[in-house]
């Protein structure tokens, strides 16, 4: 219970001595009340059980946050990296389908930098602050955050990727992927002229 839980460490490490003192002559206090009259009331049991969430939860939510931001950090880095390379990939992909969508991958790779900056300084800046006041960097309001850019993520990844072009004559290639020098373009070409000629030969002795 949270009488109990006021001489842990990990609370102590989070809230202020006045902050406890409140708290436990609180409690001390509703302890007796709890045998009143006004007790057999459901009405002023809620509104007790309120005042105690209220009083309760600011060390609470600090205890918590302490102890599981530094792992959601870098969870939160995890899962940025890993959705900015997957819409990289698949934007390439429909650039060199020349598809009406690519911007729409240019707008979620900017949100989606702008959000780890965000966090980034957030969590920078909570560093600096005393464990016991509130947290600016809270990871119920980070997720939501993300799960709204994951969301939009999805919905991209169910674009339907526009064919590729078949070889460097077809129309759009060259501006969907250019070749970096002659040399590798000639290269290319040439490549596919032995195919070419390979599988007309293997179609001439199926014939014979």
Known sequence: DIKSRLAEESLERVSTEAERQTLSDWL???EDWIW?????????????????EEMAAPMLI?????????????????????????????????????????LKFDTLLSNLAELKKNI????????TLPLTSDPVFVSAEIFKLMQSLH??????KKLKIPKMPTGPGSKGFSSGFEFPDETLRGGAEEEGQDSAK???????????
């Open 28 to 30: 001390a206090a509703t």
């Open 151 to 156: 969301t939009d993520f999805m919905k991209l």
């Open 198 to 208: 390979k599988e007309q030969a293997a179609g001439d002795d199926v014939d014979a």
């Open 36 to 52: 009143s009259e006004e007790a057999e009331h459901v009405a002023n049991v809620k509104a007790k059980l309120k005042k105690l």
């Open 120 to 127: 980034t300084a957030l969590y920078e800046k909570q560093k």
């Open 62 to 102: 600090r205890e918590y946050e302490l102890g599981v931001r530094d792992e959601f950090k870098k969870e939160f880095d995890a899962w940025h990296d890993g959705v900015s390379q997957n819409i990289t990939v698949m934007q390439m992909l429909h650039k060199m389908g020349n598809s009406s969508h690519t």
